[in-house]
């Protein structure tokens, strides 16, 4: 049974940063494009970045230039650097697998997620 275990949260000021890691088992982690959602107060859960098998990457507009996502196969891992926090991106953030269907879309691949890690930004 797949398992994300989400973690590196914490609270930043404006323009601070953190790293997020998300440790994966129960799947083939390497064959699968990885990717970080974020879920805030009230708001839908909604994508932040994806990592192909490829170790091609994509970013949400509202975070690029800002955060970096990557991958550790050996370790089953996926990161997320996050730099010049905003206090917008205050939420829990999640990892999962994902699908790609036709090239542009990005679907979670498994209805179990983790249980995120909390991330607050403010002065």
């Known amino acids: 049974q797949v398992q994300f275990v989400e973690s590196g949260g914490g609270w930043a000021q404006p323009g601070g940063s953190l790293k997020l890691s998300c440790t994966v088992s129960?799947?083939?982690?390497?064959?699968?494009?990885m990717g970080w959602y974020r879920q805030a107060p009230g708001k839908e859960r909604e994508l932040v970045a994806v990592?192909?098998?490829?170790?091609?990457?994509s970013y949400e507009d509202f975070v690029k230039g800002r955060f970096t996502i990557s991958r550790d196969n050996a370790k089953n891992m996926v990161l997320l650097q996050m730099n010049n926090l905003q206090p917008e991106d205050t939420a829990v953030y999640y990892c999962?697998?994902?699908?790609?269907?036709?090239?542009?879309?990005?679907?979670?691949?498994?209805?179990?997620w983790g249980q995120g890690t909390q991330v607050t930004v403010d002065s």
């Open positions: 990592i192909t098998s490829g170790m091609r990457i």
């Open positions: 129960g799947i083939d982690f390497s064959r699968y494009p």
């Open positions: 999962n697998a994902i699908r790609i269907i036709d090239y542009t879309e990005y679907v979670p691949v498994y209805g179990s």
